[in-house]
Each structure stands twice: as C-alpha cells, then as structure tokens.
C-alpha cells in the first residue's frame, strides 16, 4: 500500500515569514506612536466617564474611545510623514520606518490620512458633530501648527500641548453634546502636565533636537536652567488647577487631598532637577511625569461625585 509523500516544511522561509509580519505589525505600531494612542485612549475614556450623566452607555464610550484612536494613530503617522527628513536626523528618531527605509512615505502618508478621516467620520456618526469638531481641530493643529512651528519657534511647545490636551474634552463631548466648566478644568490639567514632561524630553535630547534644527526651549540650554526652572513653574500651575474639578463639583472633595500630595511629589522631583541640572534628575522627572498623569486620572475616576 502506497502512501501519500509528504511535502518537506521549510523552516527558514517560514521563520522569515514570521518575523517579517512582526515587523511590519512593530513599524505600524510605531508609525501610529501606539504608546501616545493608548495614552489618548486612556484620557479620552476619563473624560467620557466623568462627563457621563446617570449610568455610564459603554458602547457609546466604545465609540468614543476607538473613534478618537483612529483620529490620534492618524495625526501621529503624518507627523512622522512630515518630519520624515528631520527625523533620519536625530539619533532618538532615525530608526522610525520611513527614515530608516521600512516604509515608503507614499504609504505613510496615505494610512495616516485614511486613519484621520476614518476617525472624524466615525466620531461623526457614531457619537456626535462636536465631538467630531474636536477630533479634527486636534488633527489640524498637531499637524499644521505645532509639527512645523518646531523649527521656527519654541512656543511650539504650548501649541503642541493644545492637541494633546483636548482627547477628554473629545470624551466629554460625546458623552453630553456640550461643553461644561468641567470639561475644560480636564483640559487645563492635560495641557499643563504636558509642559514639564516635554521640556524634560527636550533637554534630555538637546543635542538631537539642535542636529534637526528645531527650535526647543533647550535650545542653548546646557545647564539646563531654563528648563528646570519653566518645569518648576508649571508644575506648580498644575497644582493650582488640578484642584478645579473638585471645586467645579465633579468629583468629591477627597480627590483634592490625593492631588495635594501628587503635585506635591512632582514640584519636589522638578526642583531637584533644577538644584542638580544632571541628565539623570531630567529623566526622573520625565518617569515622574508618567506616573503622574495616571494616579491622578485613577483618583479623578474613584472619586467621580
């Protein structure tokens, strides 16, 4: 009785299959900076939480959530389109797909402008015009304002936090139709964290940011006193306006003690930065700021009135 042969498996090729679907998966995930997506997630989902009245519609917030996603991975693939150049510049950034040859920028730019449109649309359709509005202007002035203000101004900075700071109010949005106090006390407490975080990133990577021409507020900063000390600054504004959501009555007044002693650490890490002015208190308090941001989205949730 004869039986069947059995075709031989080639290993190799099929290993180098694999490991070519984990590259191309590892470049999109990069491309569309998955990290600050899943951080636009995270805010996006708060401020629809908070601005939630009665019980909490968890497919409208899904909808929220994944409309906001698409918009955010879109925004940041055309980002890295634009800054394609000056990114093959930088040692930090010059590994990213399209510098390094991965991708072609034809590609980049047409998924980054696909994921855009999807997300306004289906925040559109599936929430709300407003919320939509939203998701567009953070587009707009991510990609037409801040990306390139960065080599002509440092207030590129302040412009950069603006889209940074509206994915809650986008989440707000779709939960009410509207606009509350409330909704920009989120907005305030997004954008003002995001200062000390990027000028710790700045000054971490002067030199690279000098290398690509972008006009930093470390910029000629080699002790790094102007960015500790605008570091300080805002973290104190923090501390002021971290405390509104309480006095606004959207969570209880037990939030304020937990953003007393939140704040309170990060002003502590950000003045030792600014005593010290060494590398390695500049990336303690880039660590402090990651750790900030969702201790106190968690302590905004638990204690939603």
Known sequence: MKTAAIPPVNVESTVIESETHRRVGSDFAELVKA???LLVLLT?????????VGSIKYVALFHAVCGTALAAAGAAALNQWWERR????????RTRPIPAGRMLPRDAFIVGSL?????????????NGLSAVLAALT??????GYTPLKRISTANTLVG??????PPMIGWAAARGRLDPGAWSLFAILFFWQLPHFFAIAWMYRDDYARAGFQ???????TGTRSASQSVFFCIVLLLVGGI?????????????VELILNGLFIFVAMRFLRTQVAADARKLFLASIVYLPLLLIALVLTKS
């Open 139 to 144: 587009i707009a002035i991510y990609i037409f």
């Open 35 to 37: 990290r600050l997506t």
């Open 86 to 93: 000056l990114d093959a510049l930088m040692q930090r950034t």
């Open 216 to 222: 930093m507020v470390s910029r000629g900063d080699e």
């Open 115 to 127: 994921l855009a449109i999807a997300g306004v649309t289906y925040l559109t359709i599936a929430c």
């Open 44 to 52: 996006t989902a708060v401020g629809f939480y908070l601005g939630a």
């Open 161 to 166: 936090a603006i889209p940074g700071a509206l």
């Open 245 to 257: 959501p309480a006095f606004l009555g959207v969570v209880s007044s037990i939030y304020l003690l």
